[in-house]
């Protein structure tokens, strides 16, 4: 979840305790709306402004800034679609789980008070699923902004008396392919058929041989990569696996799948100095809030917006 979703926390729960004696607010019916901007092809209607004027409601906002914020929110949303940044449904529900945790609801009060407050439950999610790309996407232009040159690398251990260090994975990933079509009747059988193949995961020699008698199982070897470059999706997860073992099966847009951890050892070359120096840089940028800016105000630049 990003910080600035995490900062809506306190005016949601102030909702929930006045929710008993909140008036209901209908929704506009989707035939009643007007397109009111189109963003590279792609419609924002009034429908969708409204929503968004009863959410900045809740964070205390002006609701008079809903037009160009939902113009931001589709802009990053394309741009998310470009890079093929993906957050899943199942990443999805369970971000939507623990923001009503956190505010001492369960997803089912949430539903109600989101609903009852003229924001909707679809229009949250989607506000949150932009968001959580989002966060890849600048994590991402970061990470390529702030690339050193090996000169700029020596001169800062130098500087600072260190030459940093990094675990490096050998990376195995397996995937148990649902189709698109078939996802609502298939995922299941197949989210168990990973469970059990991950159960026998004793190192990543023996793993095609595990895949041999399976249909449509897919082994990639990810190679080596750096505790940086690790996937935020599975980051934690595989910091957390000992070498020979295996993540959780995580749902994704391709079916189930899991990562098999080969090795790992601990590396430190000016390449990883590059890196823990550009992390350690990027994360001194509070929450991306500049960078964030900065990387809208070209996709406005770059985009066709019209004001109907």
């Not at 089912?108 to 890849?136: C, P, S």
């Not at 399976?214 to 690790?230: A, M, N």
């Amino acid at each position: 979840m990003t910080t600035f979703i995490k900062k809506l926390a306190a005016p949601l729960f102030a909702v929930a305790l006045l929710s008993a004696a909140a008036p209901l607010v209908l929704p506009v019916p989707a035939q009643a709306s007007e397109v009111k901007y189109i963003v590279n092809k792609q419609a924002i209607t009034s429908y969708d402004i409204d929503r968004r004027a009863a959410f900045l409601k809740l964070q205390k906002r002006s609701p008079g800034e809903a037009g160009s914020d939902m113009v931001d929110q589709v802009l990053r949303s394309q741009e998310i679609a470009r890079i093929k940044v993906n957050v899943t449904d199942a990443q999805l529900d369970d971000s939507y789980k623990r923001f009503a945790e956190s505010n001492k609801l369960t997803p089912a009060q949430m539903d109600e008070i989101l609903n009852k407050a003229g924001v909707t439950k679809a229009h949250f999610r989607e506000y949150m699923r932009v968001q959580m790309g989002w966060g890849q996407v600048l994590g991402m232009r970061a990470r390529s902004e702030g690339r050193m040159s090996e000169q700029d690398v020596v001169q800062r251990m130098m500087k600072e008396g260190r030459k940093p260090s990094a675990t490096e994975y050998l990376l195995q990933q397996v995937i148990f392919v649902v189709p698109a079509a078939e996802r609502g009747s298939m995922l299941g059988k197949r989210k168990r058929e990973a469970d059990a193949m991950r159960a026998r995961f004793n190192g990543c020699d023996s793993t095609r041989s595990f895949a041999k008698g399976l249909i449509d199982v897919t082994v990639r070897d990810l190679g080596r990569v750096l505790e940086p470059e690790l996937p935020s999706e599975w980051s934690d997860q595989i910091k957390s696996t000992k070498a020979g073992g295996a993540t959780g099966v995580k749902e994704t847009a391709r079916g189930v799948e899991f990562i098999g951890v080969c090795s790992q050892r601990e590396v430190s070359n000016d390449r990883v100095a590059r890196m823990v120096f550009g992390a350690e840089d990027a994360s001194k940028n509070e929450g991306g809030e500049a960078l964030s800016k900065k990387y809208t105000e070209e996709l406005h630049k770059r985009g066709q917006i019209v004001k109907r």
